[in-house]
């Protein structure tokens, strides 16, 4: 840990992002093919698609936010290596301050993969997993990855699962093969079931499945949603309904940086009739409880 850096404190945080990614390693190498990451640029209108993980912390710490980073690990189905977990897990150790670090294994490595999570887990202090269904090319309820859900559950991890429509693909010949038909959420509702001790975060609205979404977290006490993905303008009123009662302590901010910028989504957020007292729980109170971070002040 960088001496100069002090652990991150939750009373100093205007907000938690629970949901940002490391697009480029240390090498300048990414995580997708360059047909997918142009793809994904264009539909997001994304300015500065490549920060590196120091520019992550700088542009964190400079807005008072900590943030949830990770990596997609798709090389089964891309051919692409991830950006190294434990890059992710370095920076953190660097920026604990702002950086929360999580990561990712194909769910095709199996019992290799299992053993990762511990590796992960017990020696670079990770917090939880990225899966991304479409770009990994498999149903969450394969039983393919139920020995990573094991490992997960078993070190007390949290599970973060893409739900809805992915910009990756989108717009390119015939969506850079990427198929919409794993992110059903309702998919995840078998996960919930089978690993009851692993939280589950549901990443961003759902569309087309945004009521199976909320149907999950509605019934599984440790389904959580985040908001990451979309600007706040577009959520549909059945989210913000709930959001605002029902899931009111289930509901997380996100924003899907670099992506989305964590500016233009609180800007759209303060838009929202968001009633007062639940807005510092989706921004704040609701992550810091499910990462543990209100335990550790």
């Avoid at 997960?152 to 739900?163: L, P, Y």
């Avoid at 968001?274 to 335990?295: F, M, S, W, Y």
Wanted: net charge negative; aromatic share 8%.
């Amino acid at each position: 840990m960088s001496p100069q850096q002090p652990r991150l404190s939750l009373d100093d945080l205007v907000a938690i992002d629970v949901h940002t990614h490391a697009e480029v390693s240390e090498g300048g190498q990414g995580s997708l093919s360059a047909e997918l990451d142009a793809a994904a640029g264009a539909y997001f209108h994304a300015d500065h698609r490549r920060p590196t993980l120091p520019e992550i912390a700088a542009h964190y710490r400079e807005r008072k936010m900590a943030c949830v980073v990770f990596t997609v690990d798709a090389e089964a189905a891309t051919g692409t290596p991830a950006v190294p977990n434990e890059e992710v897990a370095e920076a953190a150790r660097r920026n604990p301050d702002v950086i929360i670090p999580f990561a990712s294994i194909d769910p095709h490595k199996g019992r290799a993969g299992a053993r990762q999570v511990r590796r992960l887990v017990e020696e670079h202090g990770v917090r939880g997993f990225k899966f991304h269904p479409n770009v990994q090319a498999f149903f969450p309820n394969d039983r393919l990855a139920y020995p990573l859900y094991e490992a997960i559950e078993e070190a007390g991890a949290i599970a973060v699962f893409h739900t809805g429509q992915t910009g990756i693909g989108a717009g390119a010949s015939g969506g850079g093969g990427i198929r919409l038909k794993y992110s059903n959420p309702m998919l995840v509702d078998d996960v919930a079931a089978d690993f009851p001790g692993m939280p589950i975060v549901l990443a961003h609205p759902s569309f087309p499945w945004q009521d199976e979404a909320l149907a999950v977290a509605t019934h599984k006490p440790q389904v959580y949603i985040d908001l990451s993905g979309w600007s706040p303008k577009y959520f549909p009123p059945q989210l913000v309904k709930y959001a605002n009662s029902l899931l009111q302590d289930k509901v997380l901010f996100g924003s899907d940086y670099p992506l989305i910028s964590p500016d233009r989504w609180l800007a759209d957020f303060a838009q929202l009739p968001i009633k007062d007292e639940v807005r510092p729980k989706i921004l704040k109170q609701n992550a810091a409880r499910l990462l543990g971070l209100d335990e550790q002040q």
